[in-house]
Structures are given as structure tokens and as C-alpha cells.
């Protein structure tokens, strides 16, 4: 049907793009932290938030959001994948939550060093990098034998409210007041509009070893 190829084909690209943004990120924390000992609370707390967008991203997803509910109410004998989404969803925060309790640990001084936050982030991109590959070799295959004529539709038009509804935000965004003259300059972590009216993060700072 090309109602599902339509829908399976925009959640691949939605995949791809999480898949760049966590690649993007682990490639990034890698190269800052090589040569590094032992981090600050300010590095352990830009880390954290970082997991932390990452994550809670996930369940804005047009997967999460759509094609699983739907799954579910065709398919109640899915739990079991389902669960092991979950389960990798679960582990992942694991890794989120290694790195915040040492940031709220800070009152005691305690370190973190470099190469245990990097095998933090790794476990933490890595177990999401497996739930897509699962939600691409299973879940959809999944999603084509269990969901069927009409639901289809349903899902398509949920798809297409979702993205009107993004291009509307990025349009909001794009609205400034009049005589309203730039900023020449933003600090480090300060959104920043593009040309073409969407937001884009300012490039952080360098990450620096704590004396």
C-alpha cells in the first residue's frame, strides 16, 4: 500500500537524522575529552543536559507518538518487542543518570574522569543506536503485517497535523519585532536564528580540563 510505504519512508528519515544527531554527539564528546583526566562540574552538567535532549527526544518521535499506539491496539502480542523498546529505553537513562548523580555529587568534590563519561556516553548512544536498528528491522516489519486499510490513513493524517504543526512553530520562530537590529554575538549555548527561520544552537565552547 502506498499509504504505508509513505508513512514507513518519512519515520526512516526521522531514524536517520536521531541516528546522525547521536553519532554527531558521541564523535564530539570523544574528541573534547581525549587527553583529559578529569572533568569540572560545568563539563559533567553540559554533558548530562546533552543526554538528557537526547533522550526525552525520543518520545517525540513520529514512532513513539503514532506508529506504536497503533501497533498496539492491532497487535496486543507485540508487548513483548514493545517491552524491549523499553527496556532499551530504560538502560539508556541508566547512562544518563551515571553522569548526573556524579554532577550532583559535586559538594563532596568528587571527580569524574574523562574516559568513565566517555564510557557513559557510548553506552548511552550505543543502546539507542540498537533501538533503532530494532525498530527498523522488526518493529516495521511489524507495523506492515498487523496494521491494516484504514489505520493506515489514520496514521497518515497524524502525520501530516504533525508536521503542519512544526512548519507553524518554525514560522512563530521566525517572526521578530520591527527595527529590531541583531545580535552580533551570542555566548555559548544561546539559540540563534538561521537564515531560513529555524533555530540553531550556538557552537559550545571547547571543553577544558579542570586544573
Request: hydrophobic share 50%.
Amino acid at each position: 500500500m502506498l499509504t504505508a510505504t509513505y508513512i514507513l519512508v518519512s519515520l526512516s528519515v526521522e531514524q536517520a537524522s536521531i541516528r546522525m544527531s547521536l553519532l554527531a554527539f558521541q564523535k564530539y564528546m570523544h574528541v573534547q575529552l581525549r587527553q583529559q583526566s578529569r572533568l569540572s562540574l560545568v563539563q559533567l552538567q553540559y554533558a548530562g543536559d546533552w543526554l538528557n535532549r537526547l533522550y526525552q527526544g525520543g518520545y517525540w518521535r513520529k514512532v513513539e507518538m503514532y506508529l506504536i499506539p497503533a501497533i498496539r491496539q492491532a497487535a496486543p502480542h507485540a508487548d513483548g518487542l514493545l517491552d524491549e523498546l523499553n527496556g532499551l529505553n530504560h538502560a539508556a537513562l541508566d547512562s544518563i543518570n551515571v553522569v548526573q548523580q556524579r554532577a550532583g555529587a559535586a559538594i563532596d568534590h568528587s571527580e569524574m574522569q574523562a574516559e568513565q563519561l566517555c564510557a557513559a556516553i557510548d553506552a548511552f548512544c550505543a543502546t539507542l543506536l540498537l533501538r533503532l536498528e530494532k525498530e527498523e528491522r522488526e518493529l516495521f516489519v511489524l507495523a506492515r503485517k498487523v496494521i491494516v486499510g484504514e489505520a493506515w490513513f489514520a496514521i497518515a493524517y497524524q502525520f501530516l497535523a504533525h508536521d503542519a504543526r512544526a512548519q507553524e512553530a518554525r514560522r512563530g520562530k521566525a517572526q521578530v519585532l520591527p527595527f529590531v537590529l541583531p545580535v552580533p554575538d551570542t555566548p555559548d549555548g544561546i539559540v540563534e536564528a538561521s537564515g531560513n527561520g529555524d533555530a540553531v544552537p550556538a557552537m559550545p565552547l571547547p571543553l577544558r580540563a579542570q586544573a
